[in-house]
């Protein structure tokens, strides 16, 4: 019903509802975080991580009824199948929008364990996502430039240790470790500058993931290759709400953990170059997959194509009768 609604009005009913479904859920939600913080016992803290998992993977239970009832868009998902929500993964995933994070919940919830993303340190003031993610044991990252680090050489390798902490915590439960290797999302300015060899990619960045699968890549079941793509162009998530994303295309490839891509990434130089070269070949790979996802006929060409050639098969054998 909400699906034949103006795109404004079905786009200002959804975000309420994701308002409204945030703040409900993330209040409780913040209550026991605090209750597991004051009481460090291993137990209680282990029991009181269930529960915020559980409200968490609610939230977006509800977050994807929502898309089911006011969006029109048409999902095209392959390679979920036979996932384990028990299981330990890493997850990666190309960059183009904000939107990506809401396509990756939808596609792998209740398929594997709640995803935790490395974030930006600046979004812990994001308005109750904030606070919410810092309670999931969401790991907020600190970038330095080379410069600055150059002035205060004592915060080098502080990112390392932050990651070995989440890592930590990571092994208590079953995770999906996220990570969008190009660590910014892709536009043709930050690829013309980067002088990105490949056409929808900015360059992979090898450091985060080489460590989290140092720090786990023997408890890692399995890499899961994410290909986003949106054959109408890259949408904001205002776009996607007021209806304006007709399809969406995902591809998931399940790859081993490979023993060889686990070393030490910062020290070992040969190792370094050997990761690097492995996930620019993914990359590629990602990229040649990316052009034909885009450039393919949407499902409703398709029907427009076919109803077209019935038009002028019918053309044909009316002139062949005359």
Not at 140 to 145: A, G
Not at 267 to 274: G, I
Not at 286 to 311: F, H, I, R, W
Request: hydrophobic share 45%.
């Amino acid at each position: 019903m909400l699906k034949y609604l103006p795109g404004p009005v079905r786009g200002c009913l959804s975000l309420l509802l994701y308002l409204l479904n945030t703040i409900l859920l993330t209040t409780p939600l913040l209550i026991i975080a605090v209750l597991k913080f004051m009481i460090p016992v291993g137990i209680w803290r282990k029991r009181c991580d269930a529960v915020i998992n559980w409200m968490a993977g609610s939230w977006i239970a509800i977050n994807n009824w929502n898309i089911r009832f006011t969006n029109p868009a048409r999902w095209d998902v392959h390679g979920i199948d036979g996932l384990d929500k028990n299981g330990w993964y890493m997850v990666v995933a190309n960059h183009q929008s904000w939107l990506d994070i809401l396509v990756l919940q939808k596609i792998f919830h209740g398929k594997i364990p709640f995803l935790k993303f490395f974030l930006k340190k600046e979004l812990i003031w994001v308005p109750f996502l904030g606070l919410t993610w810092w309670a999931l044991d969401f790991p907020f990252m600190k970038r330095y430039t080379k410069s600055f680090l150059k002035k205060h050489p004592h915060l080098k390798g502080k990112d390392v240790e932050i990651t070995q902490k989440a890592c930590a915590k990571f092994k208590n439960m079953p995770v999906s470790v996220m990570n969008f290797l190009e660590g910014t999302r892709f536009t043709p300015e930050k690829s013309s500058r980067q002088q990105s060899p490949f056409a929808h990619l900015l360059k992979p960045k090898a450091g985060g993931i080489a460590f989290v699968l140092a720090a786990m890549g023997e408890q890692m079941h399995q890499m899961l290759n994410v290909t986003i793509a949106y054959p109408d162009g890259i949408r904001n998530i205002w776009q996607f709400l007021c209806g304006n994303v007709k399809e969406i295309r995902v591809r998931v490839e399940s790859l081993p953990i490979d023993p060889e891509l686990i070393g030490d990434y910062f020290t070992d130089k040969k190792f370094r170059v050997t990761f690097q070269n492995h996930l620019n070949v993914m990359w590629a790979e990602k990229d040649a997959l990316l052009a034909t996802l885009m450039y393919q006929p949407t499902a409703s060409e398709e029907v427009e194509n076919a109803d077209g050639l019935g038009v002028c098969h019918k053309m044909d054998q009316d002139m062949l009768h005359s």
